[in-house]
């Protein structure tokens, strides 16, 4: 099978970890803008990181088989330091507009503070400006309340739910998220938040409709490979594979290609890899390899 992990912070990854998930059957990923562990103080850092998005981490992607898209925005958590918000605000319609970037995220809540509720906002009218879809990131403390808080922003802008993808949703969360029309997206995380035994239970329960599995792996605890994983399990437990299929592929293809930057054919007719290839000078090879790594030669790093 193939998958696609359309919630994955690749920033914080290895190339090892490009080369495990393409060899796991990862064609495709989606790498929301978020918070680094600590706090930025300049809108410089989130400019570089913004470029990075786009360009450096799009190519790394590529030299492992794997067409890379991302999503932008300003991250609940940091919204909370106004002035850099308004900074902030001010670079989004720049990236937002670029090649790759197929949604507005992820956004949301963290605390459920005031500012949080203004960039929000903010960051929701964009989206619609831009005809774009929404990454909704669902607050970890007090989840039920700010995820219901969360739709009731959302439509009060008019959005419409199919171009919204509510993530970090639980067996308290799914049952509301899909009457009221949304995406509902799981995060798979090792001994937290959703496991994989947890998620075939959903899956038993709600079926393929508008579900989502999805790593969100990133500088923590966490699992590149918790899409194909999932599968796997839900393949032993019965779980028809078309059914596997959507909620690990298809239904992220079709609720992101909303944004007319993602389609199957870019990857299906991708070119092969040519790790000649530089980007600004720069290679994922390292000691002079052209070809792939071999038992007797290092891991991967990037150098100039």
Known sequence: MQFIDPHVHMVSRTTDDYEAMRAAGVVALIEPAFWLGQPRTEVGSFKDYFSTLVGWERFRSSQFGIRHY?????????????????????????????????????????????????????????ALELDLPILIHTPHRDKKNGTYRSMDVLEEHGCDPTKVIIDHCNEETAQEVLDRGYWTAFTIYPGTKMGNERMVDLMKHYGPERIIVDSSADWGISDPLSVPKTAAL????????????????????????QSGQMKESDWTDAPDIDRSQLFSGNSVLRNGRKTERSETESDNVIEN
Do not use: H, W
């Open 70 to 126: 991302c999503t932008m925005g300003l991250n609940s958590k940091e919204a909370n330091n106004e002035p850099l918000a308004e900074a902030v605000m001010e670079l989004l319609p720049l990236y937002a507009t670029k090649e790759g970037v197929v949604a507005i995220g992820e956004i949301g809540y963290d605390d459920q503070t005031a500012a949080e509720d203004k960039y929000f906002r903010l960051q929701i009218e964009l």
């Open 234 to 257: 839900m393949l032993e437990r019965g779980i028809p594979e078309e059914d596997v299929r959507l909620v690990t592929y298809g239904n992220a293809l079709a609720a992101y290609g």
